[in-house]
């Protein structure tokens, strides 16, 4: 096991920074900046400015994430603009933070790619999305369960009990594979909310990251309390990944017969619906480690790059920006010092592509004492420049 470990660092230490060789779902990706308005947010970045900046392109080649969560959380990151710098600051901090201890860069590595798989994407429905409600017969399931406890007890003193448990066998599987849709749709995202509860408790072992947030600790220890009624599903998932087709069959039969799916799926739909803040702050974490460690994987791959300053003048002034898409191109200046800007040129010249460089590489933190100025772009509104991503300027 330790071995194991061992060669899995050295591996994620060697890739780390490397521009990712894999697909990109968007309609995934984007799952949590869609349903998330947070109350810190001044405004966030609309489709169409989003797309005019070829922001896609740009997110494959910033997405140095180890996780599906820390993906979603820099896809938000990018399309949200805080109304203070706070935040800015705080994640300096972390960066900073992980650049002086290598240790805890590995530690984080290492944990954070356990949530990586296609069923982490939907660990946010669990505290974003409306959860589906019992059905008004479902008083039923709990008297069945409990009937069929009592039939495998009464046929030992009377025989004639095995007709009612042949008849609650035929009643309860119709009602437990009735439930397998509301499984399927949860029980992905329940598996790696497990996980992810507990790679939050290993990476709060690391001494460098101890924390006096109060909402971070109060949330472990709601969401540990939650998650022990879970066994079932971590019982199903080991039997699947550990034992053979006989096995998951005796597992199912059980499973039908005292109808513990259905049970044990709706209570933990109500668990989490009433937990939804605590299993949020634990997603929250993650996605700022995972962004933080993304950043720094830029800076230690990338021969130019900065930290913005601000003051209270509405200016840009910028030397030597690039496209970080543009191969080998022609760094450009800029200072607009208080003045409006006429770009011109004849067509092909590299108009477009110089607005969109300084669109798209704009860092604005601190909107209440730097205020930018407004570009234009294709004669259409006013856009501001937006992007809260403090590493290429």
């Given at each position: 096991?330790?071995?194991?470990?061992?060669?899995e660092?050295?591996?994620?230490?060697?890739?780390?920074?490397?521009?990712?060789?894999?697909?990109?779902?968007?309609?995934?990706i984007d799952?949590?900046?869609?349903?998330?308005?947070?109350?810190?947010?001044l405004?966030?970045?609309?489709?169409?400015?989003?797309?005019?900046?070829?922001?896609?392109?740009?997110?494959?080649?910033l997405?140095?994430?180890?996780?599906?969560i820390?993906?979603?959380y820099?896809?938000h990151?990018?399309r949200?603009i805080?109304?203070?710098?706070?935040?800015?600051?705080?994640r300096?901090?972390l960066?900073?933070?992980l650049?002086?201890?290598?240790?805890?860069?590995?530690?984080?590595?290492?944990?954070?790619?356990?949530?990586?798989?296609?069923?982490?994407?939907?660990?946010?429905?669990?505290?974003?999305?409306?959860?589906m409600?019992?059905p008004?017969w479902?008083?039923?399931?709990?008297?069945?369960s409990?009937?069929?406890?009592?039939?495998?007890?009464?046929?030992?003193?009377?025989?004639?009990?095995?007709?009612l448990?042949v008849?609650?066998?035929?009643?309860?599987?119709?009602i437990?594979y009735?439930?397998?849709?509301?499984l399927?749709?949860?029980?992905?995202?329940?598996i790696?909310?497990?996980?992810?509860?507990?790679?939050?408790?290993?990476?709060?072992k690391?001494?460098?990251?101890?924390?006096d947030?109060?909402?971070?600790?109060?949330?472990?220890?709601?969401?540990d309390?939650?998650?022990?009624k879970?066994?079932l599903?971590?019982l199903?998932?080991?039997?699947?990944?550990?034992?053979?087709?006989?096995?998951?069959?005796i597992?199912?039969?059980?499973?039908?017969?005292?109808?513990?799916?259905?049970?044990?799926l709706?209570?933990?739909?109500?668990?989490?619906d009433s937990?939804?803040?605590?299993?949020?702050?634990?997603?929250?974490?993650?996605?700022?480690?995972?962004?933080?460690l993304?950043?720094?994987?830029?800076?230690e791959?990338?021969?130019n790059y900065?930290?913005?300053?601000?003051?209270?003048g509405?200016?840009i002034?910028?030397?030597?920006?690039?496209?970080?898409?543009v191969?080998?191109?022609?760094?450009n200046?800029?200072d607009?010092?208080?003045?409006?800007i006429?770009l011109?040129?004849?067509?092909?010249?590299?108009?477009?592509?110089?607005?969109?460089?300084?669109?798209?590489?704009?860092?604005?933190?601190?909107?209440?004492t730097?205020a930018?100025?407004?570009?234009?772009?294709?004669?259409?509104?006013?856009?501001?420049?937006?992007?809260?991503?403090?590493?290429?300027l």
């Amino acid at each position: 096991m330790f071995n194991s470990r061992k060669k899995e660092e050295a591996r994620l230490l060697e890739s780390f920074g490397k521009l990712k060789d894999e697909s990109f779902y968007f309609d995934k990706i984007d799952r949590y900046f869609r349903k998330n308005i947070p109350s810190g947010t001044l405004q966030t970045i609309d489709d169409k400015t989003w797309n005019d900046l070829d922001m896609d392109e740009i997110f494959m080649f910033l997405d140095r994430t180890q996780s599906q969560i820390g993906q979603q959380y820099l896809y938000h990151t990018l399309r949200s603009i805080p109304n203070s710098g706070q935040l800015a600051d705080q994640r300096e901090k972390l960066i900073q933070q992980l650049q002086q201890h290598p240790n805890l860069k590995k530690n984080l590595l290492y944990h954070l790619s356990r949530l990586y798989g296609h069923d982490t994407y939907f660990i946010n429905m669990l505290f974003q999305h409306n959860h589906m409600t019992r059905p008004g017969w479902f008083w039923l399931v709990p008297v069945l369960s409990f009937l069929s406890v009592a039939s495998i007890v009464g046929v030992f003193f009377m025989p004639p009990f095995l007709l009612l448990i042949v008849l609650l066998l035929a009643v309860n599987l119709g009602i437990h594979y009735w439930n397998k849709k509301n499984l399927y749709h949860y029980s992905g995202a329940i598996i790696q909310f497990i996980k992810l509860k507990q790679v939050v408790k290993e990476i709060l072992k690391n001494p460098e990251l101890k924390t006096d947030n109060e909402r971070l600790r109060s949330s472990v220890q709601q969401v540990d309390h939650i998650s022990k009624k879970f066994w079932l599903f971590k019982l199903e998932s080991k039997v699947q990944s550990d034992a053979g087709q006989v096995a998951e069959f005796i597992l199912e039969l059980i499973k039908g017969f005292f109808l513990l799916e259905p049970l044990l799926l709706f209570s933990a739909i109500h668990d989490i619906d009433s937990k939804r803040d605590a299993v949020e702050c634990l997603y929250q974490f993650i996605g700022e480690l995972d962004v933080a460690l993304s950043v720094l994987a830029i800076r230690e791959n990338s021969e130019n790059y900065c930290l913005p300053q601000f003051d209270e003048g509405k200016r840009i002034n910028a030397k030597e920006m690039y496209h970080p898409l543009v191969v080998n191109c022609v760094t450009n200046h800029i200072d607009t010092s208080g003045l409006s800007i006429l770009l011109t040129g004849s067509n092909m010249s590299g108009k477009t592509t110089f607005i969109r460089t300084l669109a798209s590489i704009a860092f604005w933190p601190k909107p209440s004492t730097c205020a930018l100025p407004k570009v234009s772009l294709y004669n259409g509104p006013e856009y501001s420049l937006p992007f809260a991503y403090p590493m290429i300027l």
